[in-house]
Nanobody
Framework: QVQLVESGGGLVQPGGSLRLSCVAS????????MGWYRQAPGKQRELVAT???????NYAEVAKGRFTISRDNAENTVSLQMSSLKPEDTAIYYC?????????WGEGTQVTVSS
């Protein structure tokens, strides 16, 4: 049973920074794609950023220039460094992993950007 556990969420002021981390366990296989999605109240879950095993990244427009995704294949971890945070970044951030055609999700971590 693959488990993804996020950490690093919290309350931050506008313009501040936050780093999210996610650890995957329960699999002997390397995870093909890891990434972060978010869901704000009343909105659908949306892509933030993904990263493949080889390091190829994909960012949503809202994340470009402000967020950086990285991963450690040996440790099966993925991180999201967020800077210049805005109130509209407030959401639950979910870690995502895909092995072949199977998707896995973490429970989510709350990020609140407010003064």
């Amino acid at each position: 049973q693959v488990q993804l556990v996020e950490s690093g969420g919290g309350l931050v002021q506008p313009g501040g920074s936050l780093r999210l981390s996610c650890v995957a366990s329960g699999t002997l296989f390397s995870i093909d794609v890891m990434g972060w999605y978010r869901q704000a109240p009343g909105k659908q879950r949306e892509l933030v950023a993904t990263i493949g095993k080889g390091g190829k990244t994909n960012y949503a427009e809202v994340a470009k220039g402000r967020f950086t995704i990285s991963r450690d294949n040996a440790e099966n971890t993925v991180s999201l460094q967020m800077s210049s945070l805005k109130p509209e970044d407030t959401a639950i951030y979910y870690c995502h992993g895909r092995i072949s055609i199977v998707n896995y999700w973490g429970e989510g971590t709350q990020v609140t950007v407010s003064s």
